[in-house]
């Protein structure tokens, strides 16, 4: 299940660093976001979602930043650590409904 | 375990085999879904099921079959399969409302030779 071969935008960081992701979304009318992190052998995972009606929302150690006026989306990662290590997708979708379009994803690596 | 279950978890089949993928989901969720991950499409929905009635099928070519017994089960026929079909084939389930997002699977590895 892993995401290997996947020619993705790679961020470095290095261990106990702050880590910001970013995802440009696409349709000005998405009102639901989510990001997702897959490990290796894994599929993606629920890390955190925001609404349009909201500019921020923390989770634990990890924050969502929404910047509607620029259709932008952002991951913070705070103390960064070995297992965060993973491909990071940001995924929109409308009105609630069931179908995401989903990013093409960030491989963040954590060096020790 | 995320609450979905996938398989098998690797397989590799010839392009005149026919085989099948499964999903189980207990987490009564009453949407299901197949995605694509490959190297040059990183995510790509295939096949949407709502209330085990098929609402998406999105220009899949036929030689993919869907099927959903009932709203805990999915599976993915196979027949004649393509090379360029080597990918991780990941299922997913959600609330109809979509609230919450998805609950992915680990996948299924396939290799067609």
């Known amino acids: 299940g892993e995401s290997v071969g996947l020619h993705l935008p790679t961020l470095s960081v290095q261990e106990g660093d702050n880590s910001i992701i970013n995802c440009a979304y696409s349709?000005?009318?998405?009102?639901?976001f989510i990001w997702y992190k897959q490990e290796s052998g894994k599929g993606p995972q629920f890390i955190i979602d925001i609404r349009s009606n909201m500019d921020k929302r923390q989770g634990q150690r990890v924050t969502v930043l929404l910047n509607k006026t620029v259709k932008h989306l952002s991951l913070q990662i705070a103390a960064t650590q070995p297992g965060d290590s993973a491909v990071y997708f940001c995924a929109e979708n409308r009105d609630y409904g069931q179908n995401f379009v989903f990013g093409p994803g960030t491989r963040l690596s954590v060096l020790p | 375990e995320t609450g979905v279950t996938q398989t098998p978890r690797h397989l590799v089949m010839g392009m005149t085999n026919k085989k099948s993928l499964k999903c189980e989901q207990h987490?009564?969720?009453?949407?299901m879904y197949w995605y694509k991950q490959s190297a040059k499409k990183p995510l790509e929905l295939m096949f949407v099921y709502s209330l085990e009635e098929r609402v998406e099928n999105n220009s899949v070519p036929s030689r993919f079959s869907p099927e959903c017994p009932n709203s805990s089960h999915l599976f993915l026929h196979l027949h004649t399969l393509q090379p360029e079909d080597s990918a991780l084939y990941l299922c997913a389930s959600s609330r109809q409302s979509g609230t919450g997002g998805y609950t992915f699977g680990s996948g299924t590895r396939l290799t067609v030779v």
């Open positions: 987490l009564g969720h009453n949407a």
């Open positions: 349709n000005s009318a998405s009102d639901y």
